[in-house]
Structure formats: structure tokens, C-alpha cells
């Protein structure tokens, strides 16, 4: 199974930009598509962004299209995900999923787990 390791987080204002990074234990990681949830306080995680292998196709949900650019390096078996004109609305644990498929009509994720990493921005 692949372990995942996110960091990045952290304290910022509103407006700021962070850079969330999700490391890989294996190569095997490229085969998948990754994706990036996030998790606030008394809320169900939702989803925020994917990438397919090749690095070719994004996705994003509504929330975040225009802000956050998710992006990986399948040399480096990591996964990004930049973050700008951050909100108080996007505090939440963030955390990256090693497998994720169109599951329905909603982006779900199948593959383990990191950590996650707190993401707190303030007004």
C-alpha cells in the first residue's frame, strides 16, 4: 500500500497563498490518478482537485477552480497543490488520496490516506 506524507499547511491571512505538497512511499503511484480532499471542523470531507498520471487533465471543484492549481512530479512521486487568494472558507485539514475515480457523478477516493496537513486562514 502507498503512504502518503502532506505538508505545507499552516497559518495565513486571507488573500495569501499556500503550497501544500503530498510525498509518496512508491513509484506506483503513477499509474493513478491523485487527488487532493479537504476536511473542516464538523463537516464531511469534500473533494478539492485531481490529476490524472500523465499530468495532463485537472480537475477542481467549483470552490477552488481559479485559485488552487494542482500538479504532480511523477519523478519525485509528489503531488501539489498551490493555493491562492486563500479564504477563511478554505480552513480545513487537507489531505491527498493516492487513488481517485469518477465514482457517480462526484470525484471519490479509493486509495490510502496521508495525514493531512492544517490549512488555517484568517480574516
Known amino acids: 500500500q502507498v503512504q502518503l506524507v502532506e505538508s505545507g499547511g499552516g497559518l495565513v491571512q486571507a488573500g495569501g497563498s499556500l503550497r501544500l505538497s503530498c510525498a509518496a512511499s512508491?513509484?506506483?503511484?503513477?499509474?493513478?490518478?491523485m487527488g487532493w480532499f479537504r476536511q473542516a471542523p464538523g463537516k464531511e470531507r469534500e473533494f478539492v482537485a485531481t490529476?490524472?498520471?500523465?499530468?495532463?487533465?485537472?480537475y477542481y471543484a467549483d470552490s477552488v477552480k481559479g485559485r488552487f492549481t494542482i500538479s504532480r512530479d511523477n519523478a519525485k512521486n509528489t503531488v501539489y497543490l498551490q493555493m491562492n487568494s486563500l479564504k477563511p472558507e478554505d480552513t480545513a485539514v487537507y489531505y491527498c488520496?493516492?487513488?481517485?475515480?469518477?465514482?457517480?457523478?462526484?470525484?471519490?477516493?479509493?486509495?490510502?490516506w496521508g495525514q493531512g496537513t492544517q490549512v488555517t486562514v484568517s480574516s
Open positions: 488520496n493516492a487513488d481517485v475515480r469518477m465514482y457517480g457523478s462526484s470525484w471519490s477516493p479509493f486509495g490510502s
Open positions: 512508491r513509484r506506483t503511484f503513477s499509474s493513478y490518478a
Open positions: 490529476i490524472t498520471w500523465s499530468g495532463g487533465i485537472t
